[in-house]
């Protein structure tokens, strides 16, 4: 059946009959509600996938987010504690106490908070704690570093059981 057009833009069937287009389309409309109503269970399923996606990947990036920070509050307390053992250590002739306020100094400015202090002859001992910087919702999270520092050449250096007699950070860090 050929397809011609007439006056006015109808189509019409090649033997002008009105069978043509409109009957087409007459069965096209009603193949489409059929197949809409079999399929009515589907829609909108894409669009849950695509948010339950969404949050997926913004649930992994606030992770990452506090392992980083976590991470940054480890490297932060070690460096903290390292620095405040050496600055205890290279003043500890002039006693204990004066050592280990130069400590807590040093690990305030470093954005640490000194916890214990003790120095043992020439040999110092720093416990120090950092906080995570993180998601409100977790709480408050700490890190702890220990350091030691001293001479080279000291010989019997003490074990770090307990910093020993010496300032404890309640004191210091205010």
């Known amino acids: 059946m050929g397809v011609c057009r007439g ?12 069978v043509g287009i409109g ?18 269970g589907d829609r ?3 669009t849950v996938w695509t948010v339950a996606l969404i949050g997926a990947v913004w649930a992994v990036a606030a ?13 932060r307390a070690y460096a903290a504690a390292d620095l405040a053992a050496l600055a205890a250590a290279a003043h500890a002739a002039e006693g204990s106490e004066r050592a280990c306020l130069l ?8 954005q640490a908070r000194l916890h214990e202090c003790g120095v043992h002859g020439s040999v110092a001992d720093v416990i120090v704690t950092s906080q995570v910087r993180s998601l409100p919702r977790l709480g408050r999270l700490t890190v702890t570093a220990r350091a030691r520092a001293g001479p080279v050449d000291g010989g019997g250096v003490p074990e770090p059981d307990s910093p020993g007699k ?3 950070g309640g004191d210091l860090a205010r």
């Not at 006056?7 to 009105?18: E, F, H, T, Y």
């Not at 069965?27 to 109503?37: F, P």
């Not at 992770?63 to 490297?75: T, Y």
């Open 7 to 18: 006056m006015g833009g109808r189509s019409r069937g090649a033997a002008g009959n009105g």
């Open 23 to 40: 009957a087409l389309t007459r069965r096209t409309i009603e193949s489409a509600r059929w197949s809409r109503k079999r399929d009515s």
């Open 44 to 46: 909108g399923s894409g």
């Open 63 to 75: 992770m990452a987010m506090v392992v980083g920070g976590a991470r940054a509050a480890r490297h």
């Open 103 to 110: 400590a807590a100094r040093v690990a305030r400015d470093s």
């Open 166 to 168: 010496g300032v404890t």
